[in-house]
């Protein structure tokens, strides 16, 4: 999917908040949803990287993702993916860091997609009743996360509550808060 109205400003470019862990921020005029996006990355320098989301293209293109890995000298081979829930804003560059060699992608439970599961939620937000509904497609993406990950399966772990994520000095413990 693009977004043709949409552009982005970067804010600033790995930003080091704590030691080994960078930040980088955009403004993004003309999505609906947000008008920033920040990503982050934990370094273990020459050794691994762990991004927190990965962002989208349209709203913030890859930099922060190549130059991230080239400051810290760290290769695809040696970075994982936590993506905190699937929105376009958050996963939409998975599928780039997966094709770069990415080892893994830690990620919630997603259920297989069902057709029906579109027509429930048209339902239940109250968008069926829209007489155009071009609501449908953008649900459907949201709902069909499940087929990002086509080809690339034997690199996904699902994650719940209580699993821990190591990079380095730091452990972070997987904490659900659906809703």
Known sequence: IRYPEVSYETNYLLQEDDPHIYHSSYRVDNFYFTDRIDEYVVVDPSKQALFVDVGLYDLCGVDFLDKALEVSNVSWNDVEVFLT???DDHDGNTRYCLDKGARRVYVGDLPAFEESMVDHYLTVSGLARQEDNGA????????????????????????QTGDIINVGEYHFEVLETPG
């Open 85 to 87: 829930h699937a929105h």
């Open 136 to 159: 449908r497609f953008y649900v459907e993406r949201l709902l069909k996360r499940d087929s990002m990950f086509d080809g690339f399966e034997d690199r996904v772990r699902i994650v």
